[in-house]
């Protein structure tokens, strides 16, 4: 492998491991934060809501990124920076900041955070676009697929840790510290000139006029509402049946985390060999398997086994749709394309997200896994479409 490439793989994979960092503060210490400040759980839900609509604007940065070159330094590389440097920031003004008394102020940077996220996300999808050959689109998204869970994983000890025993200001410096690791990386990747093929050009988004194009975004939210329906209720499920404390909830998400890493690695390597078609079929087989399994569950050992084995079909499935994304955007709106198809793949999570907590209530815990494990044969019925004979989401 050569220095350029390593260097390239070793800037993805810490990207994506700040953004985990952040995602894992969020999801699993931001509230109990917040509570130390007295500010209801609604009031906290608001906050994440504020918190994610740059997610929604991405759309839009992605545009930016497609169409101005900043200052003439290039299309991603300058926001990748801006954005980090954004994230940064906003994290070591958080403990000058008491949301209690300055909710609004403190909404605010959150809002700021969280855009200088998206920015960097969004131009770091686009960076990968316009650098990766074909033959290498599944290992890159298992790089970064594996590395935002590994920030995860590794992240939710360390900052966990260190709320308890040091303070929350040590948090917020040990996240901006994460998150400053990935800027070395990034100035030492090139960033190669756009010729005049990939200049942007608003006729680009006809395409989202094709049935394939259309299709493969509803394979995104296929999959991602599956696939989150059944991890938001995973834990939930083993608290009403075997009364697990939160130390083994942790353990669990642990466990389910270290299969996305595997899932994402391994999926990214094997989708470059077997063909994204192929690797569709295998991962909504996968799937099906593991969530079926999770119904199955008789105690808290197998309750471990089965979170690896969903961790592993959720990072595979995942790393082959944004494989197969990455295969079908248009060069002249590389980042747009991308993150409307994570968009659409994001709408298939909220309605995950309902609809398994719907079916909870109604049938049971067991009845929604296996519900939500049949679903993932609707793939099948999206593969024609998607891989048509001159498709382009159809490559291998």
Not at 91 to 110: C, M, N, Y
Not at 171 to 196: C, D, H, I, Q, S
Not at 232 to 246: A, H, R, S
Request: aromatic content about 12%; hydrophobic content about 55%; overall charge positive.
């Amino acid at each position: 492998m050569s220095q350029q490439k390593w260097i390239r793989y070793a800037m993805f994979a810490l990207i994506y491991f700040a953004q985990g960092a952040i995602v894992s503060y969020f999801s699993a210490l931001n509230p109990l934060y917040l509570q130390g400040f007295q500010l209801e759980m609604s009031t906290i839900g608001l906050i994440g809501t504020i918190a994610m609509i740059p997610f929604v604007l991405k759309i839009f940065l992605g545009m930016l990124s497609d169409s101005v070159n900043f200052l003439g330094l290039g299309h991603r590389r300058p926001y990748i920076v801006i954005g980090l440097s954004v994230q940064v920031l906003c994290l070591l003004l958080v403990p000058l900041i008491d949301p209690g008394k300055s909710f609004g102020l403190f909404a605010g940077l959150a809002f700021i955070l969280m855009t200088g996220q998206a920015l960097y996300d969004t131009c770091t999808d686009g960076l990968a676009l316009d650098t990766t050959p074909t033959v290498e689109e599944g290992r890159i998204q298992g790089i970064m697929v594996g590395g935002r869970a590994l920030g995860v994983i590794i992240t939710a000890s360390i900052i966990g840790t260190l709320a308890h025993s040091v303070g929350w200001v040590s948090v917020f410096v040990a996240l901006a510290g994460l998150t400053l690791v990935a800027m070395p990386f990034v100035f030492l990747v090139k960033e190669p000139a756009r010729p005049a093929e990939r200049k942007f050009n608003w006729g680009a988004f006809k395409a989202f006029t094709k049935p394939s194009l259309i299709t493969l975004g509803l394979l995104g939210a296929l999959y991602s509402l599956i696939t989150n329906g059944a991890n938001e209720i995973l834990n939930p499920f083993l608290k009403l049946e075997y009364n697990i404390n939160l130390q083994t909830a942790g353990f669990v998400t642990t466990l389910w985390g270290l299969g996305v890493v595997a899932g994402g690695l391994s999926g990214g390597w094997l989708t470059d060999r077997i063909g994204q078609r192929n690797s569709v079929i295998l991962a909504s087989l996968l799937s099906l398997g593991a969530i079926a399994a999770l119904a199955a569950i008789n105690g808290v050992g197998a309750a471990y086994v089965f979170a690896v084995l969903f961790g592993l079909a959720y990072g595979y499935y995942e790393t082959v749709y944004f494989a197969i994304s990455m295969n079908a955007t248009d060069p002249r709106i590389a980042a747009s394309m991308f993150a409307i198809l994570m968009a659409v793949a994001n709408i298939g999570t909220a309605v995950g997200l309902g609809l398994a907590g719907g079916l909870v209530d109604t049938i049971g815990y067991r009845f929604t896994f296996l519900i939500l494990a049949g679903l993932n044969l609707l793939a099948f019925l999206l593969l024609p479409v998607i891989f048509r004979k001159g498709a382009k989401a159809g490559a291998a």
